[in-house]
């Protein structure tokens, strides 16, 4: 290539960097004269909880309130008695005061509140003669289905595959489930939603549960044997699609042609249409239309909530669940969604990135100090890493995609590889130097010699790479990462740092300064 | 010098095999009398939550001012981290986190009866604040699935195979062996230390399990390459001594390693733990590709050799070589 074009070349490579390490991680600023902010792509990541943050929520049983609601309850009674006139007003303020005190007491061992109403059959109060509430104790019944029911939600949240979520009991009677801030504060909603429900599965028609139901001992596995997740229109809408038993096939034939096709439901104006609907207990989940029937009695349910894949995965977890571990006898109650800062420190992700901008900076420098000009190629090709990755990191969305320090690590170990194998390839194009050929001999040679060495060492790194995807929640993330960046390390050493060497090469006044050789024989002519 | 210590060690294949096997015996009764150090957010805690109206907490000065009620009625306690939480409604709050056995009523107590605290006027000090506090003992139900861990050590395993098979097509059987076998060596080894050490588990510490072995097959492979590459050795002593990828190897340390001793020092105490256990494991592949793949070829490698001289020496040389001495 000749000098004029290599220089040109040159400093377009150089301005497309420039810009695209700008668009990937120059901070964010307000655009002069606008009220639109500029985000860099490291600023759409996903987070993981200890970057992020996340969302937490409290499910409590019906019957079941926090020391906080019982006390400003009673702070709010008590005023209201204060407050009220002398006489009947007063007395009427005091009797419901005296209700509310009763209504509810504590178990050892808890700070929760509990209903004393023999309906809910949560607690056994002890009373004195005046009926005030000396002690209480948990009946087994409750005991027994609240364990049962933490069970069943926390296998929920274990077949989403979150990588990180937590669920905890507490106080012996409540839950507190935690999810990484990668959810949406809507889709995070809906599963913390979705997983809190603890009703029976049933099929019912025009609110009338179907007659192959109706039995004590039929179940529901009884009609369906397989669900799975399957899209439509390019991945734009998701649905499930349910596989019937032999007994089911055959509840679907005798009751398609009485259904309503989904049309008709779209034009109903607010009257009936009759569909065979999914309950959760008394809580319509999904309707089934006659279109829905597919020929072979499969049937393609858009649940509710919605048809993103993400909900219909939601779903089907909590479709499985219904199907394997049946009712509970109890209803919970969700607190508020709260979202929280990353824990540890607010500043994290901050520290974080100083911190990979340091170790960056060093890749840059540190390849110039040892290797020459070679290693301003190195310091692009750790550039072009660097754009690379965390492009296809913002902007790669398939699924759960969070950025959590595993990606860090294997951000910097693809960046150590890069830098490595350009190391590799200096020295035996040194080693082909100094066994007394020309410098564009040298570089030939070296990179001949070495290419089945980075060839190996990237296949090596994709397998581990691809054998990752096996792996459940973070894992599997972590494995799409690792793929990423594999794939981008090999392309740059293999392809893209070559073509950059051969361009700078070519520009190059002194080809020995520029891997900072030095024959024995011009040492003598000095 | 690394070539006279390579030399030294290359003959004491017993020795760093006895090293390796007291590592992990260690840990494993380690593990078995104090089991896995979990990380904090994956323990049983104790919680205290100071709840508060959406404006008090929004306004930095008032809600520093409740920060720092509480900082005082905790400082004999440990703190391990805050919830701080936000929603868009009423009430915001702060929840600070406990181990599980710590006593916190005295300073919920406290906390309860400063925030009732009036003015002289009689009027709330937090006035606004609606400020309520209380305590909960949570237990966690939810560890690392045993489900990921198992699917992560299957992963490692496959790949094991894996790279075994592709070495053994690129490089023989013998380079595959020590190949696979340097890459178990480093998983087994990194898991044993991150254990011996004490490092809470999380799903962090998966992925250094998994980016060791990585390097340890590319240090490997580097190795082999050299070893298949070099026509020049007198011995098979000096060709495997001479084969490492000591340069290469010790700069990928040098380069990763301070850059996650970077990470560590500036970014907070999750990421601690996490660079800690990848620098773990960055060390130990080193260390197993410069010192324990080198032991494990000698043998191997001396073997073949002698294989190879009896080959030779019965005169039989292969049909396809035979048959071009008859046409010659």
Redesign the interface.
Known sequence: MGKKKSVVLMTLLTIVIAVLCFITAFPSFVIPGTAKKWNPAVKQYDLST?LGGGY?VYYYPEGVI???EH??DLAALTEAVASAEAGEEQEEAQNELDEYTNAYAQVA?S?LWFSTDDALNIVVAERDEEGNIVSATITPNFQTVFDNA?QAI?SR??AKAY??????????YAI?VELPRSENTEKASAVLTSFAKTGAFSLQKNGEVIDELKDSDASASDLIKKMSVKTMNMGRVAYLEIQFTKAGKEMLDGIKDSLALSTDAQNSNGSTVVTLDIMNGEEKIASIYKDNIMHNNTVRILPVDGINKDYVQTFEILMESMLADGEFDITFELG??????P??????LT??Y???G??IL??LV?PIVKMGRFGGVSAYATLSYLIVTALCFAFITGGVFEV???T???F??G???V??MQ??IY?AIKAEFNAGKTVESSVKGGYK?TL??VV??Y???A??AF??L??????YT?ALQAIICVVTAAFINLLWARFINFTYLSASKNKYKYFRFVREDDEDDE | MMNKLLTKTTKKLTLLCLVMVVIVALATVFTAIFGVNTAT??N??TTV?V?MSAFYYRDETKREAVEKVCENAFKDLDVK???????S?D???LMYVFDKDANVETAKEALKTAFAAKNQDGTLVYDGAFI???????????VI?P??IV??A???V??AV??FV?TWI?RGLWNAITTAAGIAATAIMTVALILLVRIPVT??V???C??A???A??FA??GV?NLV?DESADSVEEKIVNAV?V??TL??VA??G???V??G???????RW?ALC?LIGLLVSAAVVLFVVPALQLPLLDKQAKLAAERNKSGYVGAKKANEEIAD
């Open positions: 200890d937490y926090p020391a906080s006390e400003s061992g700070n933490v926390t949240y274990q990588s990180d979520y937590r669920v905890a009991v507490v106080d012996g507190r508020a969604v709260r979202t929280f800062a824990l540890y420190s607010e500043n994290v520290l974080l100083i911190a990979l340091v170790a060093a890749m540190l959590s320090l595993g860090v690590l294997i910097l170990a960046l150590a590889l830098n490595v190391y590799h020295r010699k089945w060495t190996d060492v296949v090596l790194a397998l581990v054998e990752l096996i792996g459940a929640a973070g894992v972590f | 957010r994956m049983d805690q939550t709840k981290y805050v919830y701080e939480s936000q929603m409604g009430d915001c709050e309520t506090v209380e305590s909960a003992k949570e237990t966690v139900q939810t699935a489900a990921t699917r992560t299957v992963a490692v496959a790949f894996l790279a592709y690129r799903a962090t998966l992925y250094a998994v980016v072995p990585l390097f097959a590319v492979i580097l390459n590459a990828a340069k290469e700069a990928t380069v990763l301070g850059a996650l970077l990470v020092a500036i970014a907070t105490w999750a990421v996490f990848s």
